[in-house]
């Protein structure tokens, strides 16, 4: 019985201590969390009410909209350094500033366009047409003398070496005509029609038989 009564005894004992420990645990962490509804309305600062009397004092609707090199309005008390002009309005100095620079740039002279031409095809013919008169190319026309057409390349071969027989240098170039495919010898190309002339001329001479073609530049 006395073993039973000192352990019921110590049980009690752990046990008030540990509720003790508990409610003190609990009253610590009530003292430091914040209590709703009571911390809201903070003391205010002396320093506090200047500097925000001053921030809405400056306070500029249109700054947003100036961008980041908006010219900042002077503080009252300055206006009184800026002359006045005519009619008692006062110029701030950065319009000031403005209005020589807006003057410099009027002043500046304005650089001509090209005028743009409403007929440029036009503008080409004529500019050849000018071209032809101040004499850089009197004939529009490129010149060779064809010395015959064959149905084989040997044949123009042949034609081509007795050309060269006379001092004449030519080439053959094929060409497909009426479905068939023509082997022509040609000596040229002559810039003027008089070189063409000449030259067939002397073929004409050799019995030659020889053809003046024109082409378009």
């Known amino acids: 019985m006395k073993t039973q009564r000192g352990g019921t005894l110590l049980g009690l004992i752990i046990g008030a201590l540990i509720g003790l420990g508990a409610a003190l645990a609990v009253a610590v962490y009530i003292t430091k969390v914040p209590v709703p509804f009571m911390n809201k309305s903070q003391p205010r600062n002396p320093d506090s009410d200047a500097a925000e009397a001053k921030k809405n004092k400056d306070w500029n609707p249109n700054a947003p909209l100036a961008g980041k090199n908006a010219v900042k309005p002077p503080p009252a008390g300055e206006l009184g350094n800026v002359p006045a002009e005519p009619g008692g309005a006062v110029t701030p100095p950065g319009a000031a500033a403005s209005s020589s620079s807006s003057a410099a740039v009027t002043a500046a002279p304005k650089t001509a366009k090209p005028a743009v031409s409403a007929d440029p095809l036009g503008d080409l013919a004529k500019a050849k ?45 094929e060409r497909e005509q009426s479905g068939r495919t023509v082997y022509r010898v040609r000596l040229g190309p002559f810039d003027k029609k008089d070189e063409a002339d000449k030259v067939k001329e002397r073929l004409d001479s050799n019995s030659i038989e020889t053809a003046l073609v024109r082409v378009q530049r």
């Open 129 to 173: 047409l000018e071209g032809l008169a101040n004499g850089a190319s009197a004939d529009p026309f490129t010149y060779f003398v064809q010395a015959g057409a064959f149905r084989t390349p040997e044949d123009a071969e042949q034609q081509r070496a007795r050309l060269s027989l006379l001092g004449l240098q030519a080439k053959v170039s």
